[in-house]
């Protein structure tokens, strides 16, 4: 279920704003731009910062060939922009779940990118949060590159999104790098969502 070494690997990660359409409120959190899942998820945490209500469904889920079906909430009318508040994008339906297949260990950091001159011109904002948000391919326009710059002698490459550059690849230059970290990071793909939706639920009171 792990796929992971030695080498420490960068996930695509970006700090962004998350707020309801129908609110001035937001929060700052970490999203994982996952090109391995077909929905979009966030924390029970983000819910409950946004005040906001859910409905109950159950979600048939799919991860590598293994298959489970679990309880959540569902959550409309939420959507998502850069840390300026700028190139707002609408998310569809959004699933909440406990805890996203991401962790803090995961965020690339500036001091991170150091070793690779390739990517020096870069630049990663840091907030003090979890990863709260996982944006799967169902958000085509949260995905898309809007500028790259490859990889070289065997490191990471960056890509441009609208939401700010994520960085994709291993961290560290082998296992004799001073940085030794087993990542066990599982992907999570082909996520179906089968509708078994009870009545509204305030997530706050839950």
């Known amino acids: 279920m792990g796929a992971g070494d ?7 990660i970006v700090p962004v704003r998350v707020k309801s359409k129908n609110s001035d409120k937001f929060v700052t959190t970490y999203a994982f731009l996952d090109s391995g ?3 979009t998820f966030c924390t029970m945490e983000i819910a409950r910062a946004l005040h906001l209500e859910g409905r109950k469904t159950t979600l048939n ?3 590598m060939g293994q298959h489970r079906t679990e309880s959540c909430y569902v959550l409309n009318d939420l959507e998502v922009s850069d840390l300026n508040g700028e190139h707002t994008i609408e998310l569809p339906s959004i699933y909440t779940q ?3 297949p991401v962790s803090r260990k995961d965020i690339v950091t500036a001091d991170d990118l150091q070793k690779w001159p390739h990517l020096c011109d870069v630049h990663i904002s840091t907030i003090d949060s979890d990863v709260g948000l996982l ?3 169902n958000v085509p326009k949260a995905m898309e590159p809007w500028d790259v710059i490859s990889s070289a002698d065997e490191g990471p490459f960056a890509v441009k999104t609208v939401l700010g550059w994520v960085i994709n690849g291993p961290l560290d230059i ?3 790098s001073s940085t030794y970290i087993h990542n066990t990071y599982v992907t999570v793909n082909r996520i179906g969502a089968r509708s078994d939706i009870n ?3 305030n ?3 839950e």
């Not at 030695?6 to 695509?12: I, K, S, V, W």
């Open 6 to 12: 030695h080498t420490r690997q960068a996930l695509p």
């Open 37 to 39: 899942s077909t929905a």
């Open 61 to 63: 889920l799919t991860t």
């Open 98 to 100: 406990p805890n996203l």
């Open 135 to 137: 944006i799967g391919v």
């Open 174 to 176: 082998g296992p004799d």
């Open 199 to 201: 009545s509204t639920m």
């Open 203 to 205: 997530l706050v009171k």
